[in-house]
């Protein structure tokens, strides 16, 4: 098979095109042929060597991944040959998607809704999983509650705006001046520039913050959360941070995606209710791998992804 490989850490041209053996699944695994892949910020996280998932190279990145069954390995009886899955399958262990095969563990993917193409639902799991796992499981969001979803208009924000609103939450957004039409298309109650002065000088009683940016924007969200709500993070929260929280009755939750079929299948059910779109704002093909994650690192609408 062909897949994007790296021998050293480094920029964005490290990453090239080499034939590999074509995986095998093992008991209670299936052998996807991938059609897409999404890509994320944490690959080129692990690309450059700033965050060493996988360890040393040689390696093939990508978890995201969406395409058909090839081969089943012994004991599957959840899916037949054909059919059409996604997932993002052994994060944050290596699941070498920007590949044409995928050998991945039948339990950590799901049946692909009918609602969206394979370059939609490849962009779909990290991103939609992040968006889901820490507005439901770690926020226990509500129908009714105030929610205020940072940098709205990327990859986790933008699909965390329309899952909040299917269930039912008052959503308020920040994004930035070119991004704040994309994100009330979205459905977002209230959108803010965040360029425009401080966000907590223009709202209140937040219930639950979805917070993916970093910097001050954890110890400044707790101005606007009301006693009761919660902070989730999808990165390091300071103890300074998490002392203040406490004094004012604030939960603070630090997430890390996991594989999560359950939540794939929720996903999927909102892409074919119409209350879940994926936006892609650009794919390019496998031998691009370099130029997919430059051009993620640009900060577009959304997500890139690549099709093979």
Do not use: C
């Amino acid at each position: 098979m062909r897949a994007v490989i790296q021998n050293t850490v480094g920029e964005p041209d490290v990453l090239v095109i080499a034939n590999q053996p074509d995986p095998t699944p093992k008991a209670g695994e299936v052998l996807v042929r991938v059609k897409a892949a999404g890509i994320n910020p944490v690959d080129g996280a692990v690309r450059a060597g700033y965050f060493p998932l996988l360890g040393e190279p040689p390696f093939i990145l990508g978890w995201d991944i969406s395409g058909s069954v090839e081969a089943l390995g012994a004991g599957v009886t959840s899916f037949k040959i054909g059919d059409e899955v996604f997932g993002m399958p052994r994060f944050p262990k290596q699941a070498a998607a920007y590949a044409e095969l995928a050998a991945v563990p039948a339990d950590e993917i799901a049946l692909k809704p009918k609602g969206a193409d394979h370059i939609q639902t490849g962009a779909l799991p990290l991103a939609g999983l992040t968006a889901w796992q820490g507005l439901v499981r770690h926020g226990a969001l509500k129908s009714g509650q105030r929610v205020l979803v940072h940098a709205a208009a990327g990859g986790v924000g933008h699909l965390a705006v329309q899952i909040a609103k299917a269930r039912g939450a008052y959503v308020i957004a920040t994004a930035s001046p070119n991004k704040l039409d994309f994100v009330r298309k979205l459905g977002a109650d209230e959108v803010i520039d965040y360029t425009k002065g401080d966000f907590t000088s223009q709202i209140s009683d937040i219930d639950l913050v979805l917070e993916p940016v970093g910097g001050d924007h954890a110890d400044r969200s707790l101005k606007v959360i009301k006693r009761g709500g919660v902070l989730v993070s999808l990165l390091n929260v300071n103890d300074t941070t998490k002392a203040q929280a406490s004094t004012h009755d604030i939960r603070v939750e630090r997430m890390s995606v996991v594989p999560d079929r359950e939540a794939l299948l929720e996903l999927g059910q909102l892409i074919d209710a119409g209350k879940l779109v994926v936006h892609v704002a650009k794919s390019f093909p496998l031998e691009q791998a370099g130029a997919a994650q430059a051009f993620l690192a640009t900060k577009p609408i959304g997500k890139v992804v690549l099709t093979v």
